[in-house]
């Protein structure tokens, strides 16, 4: 089964991320980086990425003929931003839920786990056997 | 043993001939794991050289020579990189190594071993069906990681923790004892129902990449069979696949669209395979035990051997269902059987029967539970009750036909009340 694994963070974290102590984002990175390698290793990524910041965010719409009509962001009514995806392919639901507490411990400012949530979800397959 | 039928040619000639040249080369050098790499290293050279060169006149043996002096090189690289004396192996001749290549040795019951091998229940299901694949299927990675939809190197990855799992514990390379056999054969045809399920599921469209998994794992259950076939339950598995995989071209529309069996377009079943399949269950029947196995390919013959969905013979559903429901404790039986129940008894005692089946925590929530209910509802003309059923199933499927499906049910039903 396959599962997105999605990690959201307040707008302004894009801005304090760059106050941060050097030591807590090199603990950040290198966590990232062992964690990356761990689902590498067992198995089960299918991908990754990080998203750049609200700041560079951009929502397009089409307009007149199908000619796209893009906005700026980032949106004062928008709280949370999508930061960084995994797609997984694991055994279980538990499984899942097991790997994106692991995500979740991702050490924030000073060091200490962030406890950031991760929202799980499934990814659509194919058809269903009618047996 | 009879030999099998001499129907293989080129790709196929390759991956029936893998397991039987991957059991040679174990039993000649134990590595199980360094064997499989080098098996693969010598069907892929003769991927390339045979259409090219010809096939060899004793290909078995060919491949045998080809992947035992990978395993030399390989044995030799090992012990150069532990800076052991190499001596032993470097001037044994080359010919000492690969010269009695097992041509004439009886081709046993290696594909059997390996099977067993491979689905060991140390190992976690989707690594078995990788390691499965590879070993006994003779595909390679990349097909196997194509089929699954996943990148090669995850599937690579998979491959060789399976590997690793093997050798930690301790699995030998013979038939499990005969205490154990029964267990560890449930455990081989479960894997190839799997693969089964993940082929037939996802044959969609123009994807047939993965309906080969289904073709995979009849050839994989026919060896299987042919190895014994005094099994009843081997021969109800394979059974069960073709009738199911029969229905294959009919149960999908243009658009990938999930068409139910009631209104499939039955002249577009495959004869050939539904017969085979009945001849096969008539057969395994006749010899007295049955198994879970043998009634699921028996409901599926009922709905075969029906021309049209109206003469479908459900009374006799409902009994193999019960018959079913006794042998195996798995609450999707009992949902099946609540529609079984309706069609003989009408909706209301399918519905009745639902209510038990709602307190099964292994169900909670489950959208199959309401997507039969919705269709109870609606054959006993509660559509908004049917609607909603519908709706709730349709958001929880994590099967984007079957979520198609179920909102155009509710869809359908909306209409017709307005």
């Known amino acids: 089964m396959k599962y ?128 | 043993m009879t030999p099998e039928p001499a ?10 001939l893998a397991p039987q040249v991957l059991g040679a080369v174990v039993r000649r050098f134990g590595d199980f794991s360094a064997a499989e790499d080098a ?113 090669e190197a995850t599937m690579a990855q998979r491959i060789s923790r399976a590997k690793k799992s093997i050798k930690t514990s301790g699995v030998p390379f013979r ?46 259950t026919r060896a299987v069979h042919h190895r014994l076939p005094e099994d009843g339950e081997v021969a109800g598995l394979l059974a069960l696949m073709l009738l199911t995989d029969a229905r294959r071209k009919a149960r999908t529309g243009p658009d990938g669209e999930l068409i139910p069996l009631t209104t499939q377009d039955r002249t577009l079943w495959d004869r050939e395979a539904i017969a085979e399949g009945v001849a096969l269950l008539k057969e395994t029947l006749s010899k007295g035990s049955v198994g879970a196995y043998q009634l699921q390919a028996a409901i599926a013959a009922v709905h075969d051997e029906a021309a049209r969905a109206e003469d479908t013979d459900w009374a006799q559903i409902l009994a193999l269902y019960g018959l079913l429901e006794r042998m195996s404790d798995n609450p999707m039986v009992k949902l099946n059987r609540a529609v079984a129940v309706a069609m003989v008894h009408g909706p209301a005692e399918g519905l009745k029967l639902l209510e038990t089946v709602d307190a099964d925590p292994r169900l909670a929530g489950h959208y199959r539970l309401d997507a039969v209910r919705g269709h109870l509802y609606e054959m006993a003309g509660d559509r908004e009750a049917a609607i909603a059923c519908y709706r709730k199933a349709a958001a929880r499927t994590a099967s984007a036909p079957e979520r198609d499906y179920l909102t155009a049910q509710a869809a359908r039903l909306g209409a017709e009340c307005r």
């Not at chain 1, 609200?54 to 397009?60: A, L, Q």
């Not at chain 1, 000619?67 to 949370?80: H, L, N, S």
């Not at chain 1, 790997?99 to 406890?115: E, L």
């Not at chain 2, 060919?62 to 001037?91: G, K, P, Q, S, Y």
């Open chain 2, 39 to 151: 098996v693969q290293e010598a069907l892929l050279a003769a991927a390339m050289q045979w259409p090219r060169e010809g096939v060899p006149a004793n290909p078995r043996g060919w491949l045998i020579h080809v992947a035992a002096r990978r395993m030399t090189d390989h044995l030799r690289a090992e012990l150069a990189r532990r800076r052991r004396e190499a001596v032993a192996v470097t001037e044994m001749a080359d010919e000492q190594i690969v010269s009695s290549p097992d041509e004439a040795a009886p081709e046993r019951d290696d594909t059997l071993i390996l099977l067993f091998m491979c689905c060991h229940p140390a190992l976690t299901r989707p690594s078995a069906i990788a390691l499965t694949l590879r070993a006994v299927g003779g595909l390679t990675t990349a097909e196997i990681a194509n089929a699954f939809l996943v990148p």
């Open chain 2, 7 to 16: 129907k293989a040619t080129g790709e196929n000639l390759l991956r029936e």
């Open chain 1, 4 to 131: 997105m694994l999605m990690m959201t963070a307040p707008r302004t974290m894009w801005t304090e991320y760059f106050s941060w102590p050097v030591e807590d984002l090199k603990a950040q990175v290198a966590f990232m980086h062992r964690f990356n390698d761990e689902l590498k290793a067992s198995g089960e990524l299918v991908s990754t990425h990080g998203l750049s910041g609200p700041e560079e965010t951009r929502v397009v719409r089409a307009g007149k003929n199908g000619a796209p009509e893009v906005t700026d962001g980032p949106f004062p009514e928008t709280k949370e931003f999508l930061a960084g995806f995994w797609i997984i392919d694991c055994e279980s639901k538990e499984r899942a839920y097991a790997i994106a507490a692991r995500a979740s411990t991702a050490p924030g400012k000073g060091g200490v786990p962030s406890n950031m949530p991760i929202e799980v979800r499934e990814v659509l397959s194919k058809a269903p056997v009618d047996l």
């Open chain 2, 175 to 220: 038939m499990p004892l005969q205490a154990e056999r029964a267990e560890r054969l449930g455990a081989v045809l479960h894997v190839l129902y799997l693969i089964f399920n993940e082929g037939y599921v996802s044959s969609i469209g123009p994807d047939l990449q993965r309906s080969d998994l289904a073709n995979e794992a009849i050839r994989l």
